[in-house]
């Protein structure tokens, strides 16, 4: 019943930064972690950064730690993806899930290659990085 739907992707040049939001509908995401994946042609998904619903505990995956930042404002019931110094390796179309989640650490989840069921999946956001 949930509703996830990004924005913000687009073309940049390398060392450019890009802003992506996520927003979602039919639920509030109080209790909900968000995740944020990307997928390149080619190349298998992977699990980048999410927000655990429980303390706000944040993971990143080392290919990314250091460059984006995750954060969430439950007023507007929406989350970013904050994407700085990025890479033309950074160039794939970036999704966001969530899921319930009362307790636990979101990356054991997003970490995680395995099948997991997720609430909600958005549409996706292309986002391109080239000179």
């Known amino acids: 019943q949930v509703l996830l739907v990004e924005s913000g992707g687009g073309l940049v040049q390398p060392g450019g930064s890009l802003g992506l939001s996520c927003t979602a509908s039919g639920a509030t995401l109080d209790y909900y972690s968000i995740g944020w994946f990307r997928q390149a042609p080619g190349k298998e998904r992977e699990g980048v950064s999410c927000i655990s619903s429980s303390d706000g505990s944040t993971y990143y995956a080392d290919s990314v730690k250091g460059r984006f930042t995750i954060s969430r404002d439950l007023a507007k019931n929406t989350a970013y993806l904050q994407m700085n110094s990025l890479k033309p390796e950074d160039t794939a179309v970036y999704s966001c899930?969530?899921?319930?989640?009362?307790?636990?650490?979101?990356?054991?989840?997003?970490?995680?290659?395995?099948?997991?069921?997720?609430?909600?999946w958005g549409q996706g956001t292309q986002v391109t990085v080239s000179s």
């Open positions: 899930v969530t899921w319930y989640s009362a307790s636990g650490f979101c990356g054991t989840v997003v970490a995680e290659k395995a099948p997991y069921d997720y609430d909600a």
